[in-house]
């Protein structure tokens, strides 16, 4: 059940999930391959990287209200070894160079990135997402 959901919500992806897995993808070249809305101890997480044993979660304005919830998922993740970074959306939408920094700074890569020519297509945000 869990996996037929997961390939839902890959299917259905928000537009900031949508703009961060272009650049995550890119991370592959470097050793370090995520994964998109990948079943972890009963949660769907936004990416995980096995190998590096990180998750990335987007929060939506939702969230908010959600933080008791989304401190238990940490934890979950925590036992079973992850380390979790949490982003705003917005803050895929107007400082995705930070949010790829720090992503690259926690799996040990120099944060600086040039991709020379792989230059993801960017996805413009949909209005009111993310917000």
């Not at 869990?2 to 900031?16: G, V, Y």
């Not at 592959?28 to 936004?46: M, N, T, W």
């Not at 929060?59 to 992850?82: K, S």
Request: hydrophobic share 35%; glycine share 10%.
């Amino acid at each position: 059940m869990a996996n037929r959901f997961a390939r839902s919500l890959r299917t259905n992806a928000t537009a900031a999930e949508r703009r961060l897995w272009q650049h995550l993808r890119l991370l592959k070249s470097e050793g370090c391959h995520f994964r998109r809305q990948v079943p972890l101890g009963g949660y769907i997480a936004d990416f995980a990287c096995h190998t590096a044993k990180l998750v990335i979660e987007l929060d939506g304005g939702q969230h908010g209200d959600a933080q008791t919830y989304d401190a238990q998922r940490t934890e979950v993740l925590a036992r079973q070894g992850y380390g979790v970074i949490r982003f705003w959306n917005n803050e895929v939408f107007e400082t995705l160079e930070g949010v790829v920094g720090r992503i690259r700074e926690e799996l040990g890569l120099p944060t600086t990135f040039d991709y020379s020519g792989s230059t993801p297509t960017p996805t413009p945000p949909h209005e009111g997402e993310g917000k």
